[in-house]
């Protein structure tokens, strides 16, 4: 290959300097800063033995840039990391790219564990109880709740996560990895994950989230997370639930209460005779009446709950919370539809790439959102008011143009997971909401 002739114009830089030097990533390194990077790669022993084309660090916002332009080639995405940052520091030119081989081997030798630290230090609960419907009443209100994402259709993906069957007795297209997830409400960020196999029941994958819950949160749950021992694992945790249960569980009325509420209990053993562990719940009972959907009155919904007084949170207050777990499924859709982009799939080709890929998307999303969240702080509007494809592209700009994204308002402090079981949940160190109830949002 013959060496670059510079052109009328172009002026060498003082010193020279290597790829990694051109890279600022905009709305990423506001949420996920270099020096945390750093630590968590020193924490899962990546760091740098020498110095290389592609360092550790650069790697890791690479696979977070490949979650945030799906739909670019390898190369491409490299470039939009450094496009704009080249006259800005001097140069007038772009830097040599790697050859897409080179960004394979150096994902390979970063490996899963630091974006999954990473995602698992960074992205906490963003809501403030001045955050419309991040709180009820005295509750940060999140929601439980897992999807499936396509993966790329090579062997190793199929034998490792397997596909979902049709009905017809055919698998699935592509190969699919299965994510449960605890989100926040208010604001939609995803603060806790577990991924495995498509074949990998939900329930499993829950019970890895009961360290993400905390005292001072309200968890919502669909009925099919409703059983022994997830739900006593949930409870354990010092958080308190509203889920729905199933439509065959026995719910023996024990006392009833003035707002049509009453209480009840789950009998955790296969022999309920032995009564080996009895968990203590309130049921609270009601149907929907829609006009518009007739039908609708004839479900009669059952939620269990594990805060016992009525006085704290009343049943009618309840019911219409429960509207809320719904917000993951919005979640879902704009990490799925939007984020990723329809009919796209996760591209890597191995195993271990896609579940680095998984914790890449996830970790974009959460920025993305801390983004919406300053922005309706600023505004003071609801940051479900804010354009979610807008900021995506926003997003997208401050990758390309190396613009950095200091917040106006420091997002709420990093939580390590050690400190999971602080009594508050609250980065304050209080919960209590001034504005009552959040379920006519």
């Not at 308190?240 to 209990?265: M, N, T």
């Not at 890449?360 to 983004?371: E, P, W």
Request: proline fraction near 7%.
């Amino acid at each position: 290959m013959l060496p670059a002739v510079p052109r009328a114009g172009w002026v060498k830089p003082q010193t020279d300097r290597r790829l990694s030097d051109h890279v600022a990533l905009g709305v990423l390194t506001r949420t996920f800063p270099p020096a945390l990077v750093d630590a968590v790669l020193a924490d899962t022993g990546r760091a740098e033995q020498r110095t290389r084309l592609l360092p550790a660090r650069l790697v890791v916002y690479y696979v977070m840039a490949l979650a945030l332009f799906a739909q670019a080639s390898y190369e491409e995405v490299m470039r939009n990391l450094t496009e704009g940052l080249a006259f800005a520091d001097g140069w007038r030119r772009e830097p040599a790219m790697p050859s897409k081989s080179a960004i394979f081997q150096a994902r390979a030798r970063l490996g899963v564990a630091p974006l999954e630290v990473l995602f698992d230090r960074a992205c906490v609960p963003l809501g403030t109880p001045d955050t419309p419907g991040a709180f009820y009443r005295s509750w940060r209100v999140v929601s439980l709740d897992g999807t499936t994402i396509d993966v790329a259709d090579t062997e190793a993906n199929a034998a490792s996560f397997g596909r979902a069957g049709t009905g017809r007795g055919e698998g699935s297209a592509f190969p699919q990895v299965r994510v449960v997830a605890l989100g926040e409400c208010g604001t939609r960020a995803i603060f806790a994950a577990a991924m495995a196999s498509y074949h990998t029941g939900e329930v499993t994958l829950a019970k890895q989230l009961t360290g993400g819950l905390r005292p001072g949160m309200l968890c919502l749950a669909d009925r099919g997370f409703t059983a022994h021992p997830l739900f006593t694992a949930a409870a354990a945790s010092g958080a308190d639930l509203l889920w729905r249960a199933k439509g065959s569980a026995v719910l023996p009325v024990l006392e009833r209460f003035p707002d049509g509420s009453f209480r009840s209990e789950l009998v955790a053993t296969p022999d309920k005779r032995a009564r080996e562990q009895v968990t203590a719940v309130r049921v609270v009972e009601y149907a929907v009446e829609d006009p518009g959907r007739p039908q609708a009155g004839e479900t009669r919904y059952r939620l269990l709950t594990t805060i016992l007084d009525p006085g704290r949170a009343p049943a009618d207050e309840l019911a219409a919370l429960y509207a809320q777990r719904w917000e993951i499924e919005s979640t879902f859709d704009e990490l799925k539809t939007h984020q990723r982009g329809p009919r796209v799939m996760l591209r890597s080709r191995t195993p271990e790439g896609v579940r680095q890929e998984a914790y890449g998307v996830l970790c974009v999303h959460y920025a993305i959102r801390a983004l919406m969240r300053a922005a309706g702080d600023d505004a003071g509007v609801d940051p479900d008011r804010v354009s979610f494809t807008r900021s995506l592209r926003a997003a997208r700009r401050s990758v390309r143009t190396q613009q950095g994204t200091a917040p106006r308002r420091s997002p709420p402090p990093s939580w390590p997971r050690s400190a999971r079981s602080a009594p508050s949940c609250c980065p304050s160190g209080g919960c209590a909401s001034p504005r009552g109830s959040s379920s006519a949002r």
